[in-house]
């Protein structure tokens, strides 16, 4: 047996989401049922990240255990000739049978997208979200410096989160504009359920005039729910990559489990 680490990335739009469920179709079914397929056994994988219904992934990472002769760097050439067009395999390499995609990340990086003009976009529909009243992005990007560093980001989870602590590390947070298009990206150890989703729709508002430029700060002051924004649909959210250290590679076992 071994152990291979794929990254994939997938249009989420006509999935359930990662996690496999009885109500609809699921990436984690479609890759599983794929991959027993092309190893001849049946193949569990375990994801890095349980992306929602219609949330997208660049650089999702997943691990799977398997006998097959495969060379796990040839993963992504099988893969692609089976998978449907919305889910492609992009690297794969063998890793230590103690590496574990979920509880070894060090970061993530997720990138949300807005379509900020009066009509909405045919060709961007399916990735971005269309806000068609004006937005004051500088305002916005007064907020998002606020995002910065350690937290307890308790205000910033939906209904339905288990993490077991909701303190989190912020690196690295900014807002572009290219034209009508407004690119957050926002990169930390970890997230907690719906919070980039969370933060993204408080930008929304702080952009529209309905909430105040230190949104952010109020909601670490008070951990109440309700000094943040709604959240933003998830067609606008995508993760694009899922960070590990060094050591996971080489000698998982010295380091510390982690649940987001």
């Known amino acids: 047996m071994r152990r291979v680490l794929l990254t994939v990335e997938y249009d989420g739009t006509n999935y359930c989401g990662w996690q496999r ?13 794929t991959l ?5 056994k049946p193949i569990t994988v375990t994801g890095a990240s349980r992306t929602d219904a219609g949330v997208h992934a660049a650089g999702q990472a997943l691990h799977f255990d398997t006998s097959s002769s495969i ?14 067009a919305d889910i492609r395999a992009q690297t794969g390499r063998e890793v230590p049978a103690e590496f574990h995609a979920r509880f070894l990340t ?24 269309h806000v068609p009243v004006p937005l004051q992005v500088d305002r916005m990007r007064e907020a998002v410096p606020t995002l910065l560093g350690r937290h307890d980001f308790a205000a ?11 303190v989190r590390t912020i690196r690295s947070a900014s807002l572009a504009q290219d034209g009508d298009r ?3 990206t926002v990169e930390g150890d970890a997230f907690l359920y719906n919070m980039v989703r969370i933060i993204a729709g408080t ?19 008070t951990g109440d729910r309700l000094a943040l ?9 995508e993760l694009t990559r899922v960070d590990y250290p060094d050591l996971a590679f080489t000698d998982p076992v010295k380091l510390r489990w982690h649940d987001e």
């Open 203 to 221: 930008l929304i508002e702080i952009g529209l005039g309905k909430r105040g430029t230190d949104a952010f700060e109020r909601a670490y002051a």
């Open 156 to 166: 910033f989870q939906a209904a339905g989160g288990t993490a077991k602590t909701t």
């Open 36 to 40: 027993t397929r092309a190893c001849g």
């Open 182 to 184: 407004l690119i957050l």
């Open 71 to 84: 060379p796990p760097e040839k993963y992504p050439f099988v893969l692609n000739t089976m998978l449907p």
């Open 106 to 129: 060090s970061g993530k990086k997720y990138t949300y997208r807005l379509l900020n003009r009066r009509h909405a976009s045919a060709l961007l529909r399916l990735n971005h979200v």
């Open 229 to 237: 924004g709604v959240t933003a649909p998830p067609h606008g959210l």
């Open 21 to 33: 469920q009885i109500n609809g179709l699921s990436v984690q079914q479609v890759l599983e049922e």
